[in-house]
């Protein structure tokens, strides 16, 4: 789905504002109406926009005003710990697996989550996993989180760690990273769904050169990392190292390599049962389909070159599990045993 289809709404919460005198003056943005975590004041619920209304620059003259009213109604951030800028967007943009990567990237990132969003936790805030059942791929969490999957059958993810804002600049950083962070999520390899949830930079950098990639799209955003020393942003690197940071590519890689060795050492045919960790650990069939291709590659190319140096003893080829049918296999060259292949997925 293009990020610029994206459904998404926003709220905007302000303090010792009366209700009444908000409503005649915000209602054309949205309805204007009463909040339980903040004091004699009001909340501004957009209706349903699309993505494209935030990205780039084209509609920055409609928030201006938007803001302008706010401020001329004595309307500013602070007050109350609850006063905050949340985002909903639509589910249709989500899968089980990236709503899950995004959850692991926000625990694993407390403290940039709290410098990206202008705003500590709380109580109406907190950063914790939901709940996520793969068996039927539901996801979901109570309402006061960080990223609130809200149950199964609402049609919204809600972006809740934003301090409320007056200032344009502001409210359109929070909400194209809340528009960047759901399509990035979209592109995470599902295999490194554990290393996600570590406070590492790697991932930051990576989702920085992500938005690099689309820097049209994501300026505001851009200039707030930039402006605060959040991170730095690099030319655009290959697609297949899109979501796996070059280390984490180098040390699964080495891995591998001792793994095919060990295998080519012992047996005429690498097991299967080798290949089939392989596919679940690196080359599971929902990771970047470019990495898989690459890796697959380089797999290929490690095992006919220690497979040239090995004699092997002849042994019988043993017949492909049914799992495995529609696996490639690939001979080894010529002066080996004519039995001896890689099966690999």
């Known amino acids: ?39 004699d004041g009001y909340e501004l619920a957009s209706p349903i926009h699309t993505g494209k209304e935030f990205l780039g620059d084209a509609n920055t003259h409609h928030w201006d005003e938007m803001m ?28 089980f697996e990236s709503a899950m990567l995004i959850n692991r990237f926000f625990v694993g990132h407390p403290v940039y989550l ?31 989180r960080t990223m609130n999957l809200s149950p199964y059958h609402k049609p919204t993810v809600e972006y809740r760690f934003f301090n409320t804002t007056n200032k344009t600049d502001i409210f359109l ?5 809340a528009l960047g962070i759901t399509a990035f999520g979209s592109e995470l390899p599902w295999s490194c769904r554990e290393e996600v949830k570590e406070d590492n930079p790697i991932y930051k950098k990576t989702f920085h050169n ?10 505001h955003l851009i200039k707030f ?13 290959p697609a297949y190292k899109v979501g796996y940071p070059e280390p984490i590519l180098r040390d699964r890689f080495n891995f591998l390599c001792i793994q095919i060795s060990n295998a080519c050492r012992s047996f005429p045919v690498v097991p299967v049962a080798t290949f089939k960790a392989v596919s679940l650990a690196i080359l599971n069939p929902r990771s970047d389909i470019a990495l898989c291709k690459f890796i697959n590659e380089e797999i290929t190319k490690a095992f006919m070159s220690k497979a040239k140096e090995i004699q092997l ?9 049914a799992l495995f049918r529609n696996i490639k296999t690939y001979h080894a060259p010529a002066g080996n045993s004519s039995n001896r292949s890689v099966i690999y997925s």
């Open 114 to 144: 709290q410098q990206i969003g202008g705003r500590e936790f709380n109580s109406y805030c907190y950063n914790m996993m939901g709940t996520f059942v793969e068996r039927g791929k539901e996801y979901y969490s109570d309402k006061y």
């Open 313 to 321: 003893p002849p042994l019988k080829q043993e017949p492909t599990p």
């Open 225 to 237: 990392v930039k402006d605060e020393g959040l991170g730095t942003f690099e030319p655009e690197i």
């Open 173 to 177: 950083k929070n909400m194209q990273f």
């Open 1 to 39: 789905m293009d990020i610029k289809d994206y459904t998404v709404g926003f709220e905007l919460e302000y303090d010792d504002v009366a209700i009444s005198t908000a409503e005649d003056a915000l209602g054309q943005y949205g309805e204007v109406k009463e909040d339980g975590s903040i004091d």
């Open 210 to 219: 992500w938005l690099q990639k689309h820097k049209d799209y994501f300026p």
């Open 68 to 95: 302008a009213t706010i401020v001329s109604l004595g309307s500013y951030p602070g007050g109350s710990h609850g006063a905050g800028h949340h985002i909903h967007v639509g589910k249709t943009a989500f899968t």
